[in-house]
């Protein structure tokens, strides 16, 4: 497994280094962009580009290589949604059961950025799909935690504290 070096990273809009970035990794990426693609604030892009990285990371750690990945780059009027599928391989128990940092920094940057993450097994294996807004909110992004996780998964700490603080 190799890491992305982040100035290295693709940007957005160019499916085609997000693919060889995948294979650099050891992996088949099955990319699909939908929508038109919209100006979205730094905050955004920087957090989409390095949640991306990290999921490219932790499939060629986890995933089996065998299967394609499946990357959608959905693009909305407010905002965009980013969705990775990967069928897990021998080593991906262990991090469903106790993930480790990367999904936490993934729903860091996505929280910082006043969107949301959500990482678990789905029907077509293991998801980790995010959605970062055109016009980030600061209460956005203390109340979506709560709402959008996978199953199992707890909110962060803050979330509670804005819940309570504004009565909720």
């Known amino acids: 497994m190799r890491t992305i070096p982040t100035p290295l990273l693709p ?3 160019s499916a085609a280094d997000w693919v060889e970035a995948a294979v650099l990794a050891g992996l088949r990426l099955e990319m699909a962009h939908t929508g038109r693609p ?8 920087v957090a989409a580009r390095a949640i991306l990285a990290t999921a490219i ?15 959608e780059i959905m693009w909305q009027p407010d905002g965009l949604t980013v969705r990775m599928v990967n069928v897990p391989g021998e080593t991906a128990m262990g991090q469903i ?8 920094t993934m729903m860091s940057l996505a929280h910082r950025a006043g969107g949301w993450l959500r990482a678990g097994l789905c029907a ?17 992004a203390l109340l979506l935690p709560a709402t959008h996780l996978a199953p199992g998964r707890r909110p962060p700490p ?9 009565g909720a």
Do not use: K
Not at 57 to 71: E, G, I, K, R, W
Not at 98 to 104: L, V
């Open 11 to 13: 940007t957005l809009a």
């Open 124 to 140: 077509d294996g293991f998801e980790v799909e995010a959605f970062l807004p055109r016009m980030p909110s600061r209460l956005t």
């Open 97 to 104: 059961v106790r993930p480790g940092r990367g999904i936490a």
């Open 57 to 71: 990371d932790n499939a060629a750690q986890h995933a089996d290589t065998s299967d394609a990945v499946a990357l």
């Open 38 to 45: 919209i100006r979205l604030p730094r905050s955004s892009r």
């Open 158 to 166: 803050h979330a509670a504290l804005a819940r309570s603080a504004l």
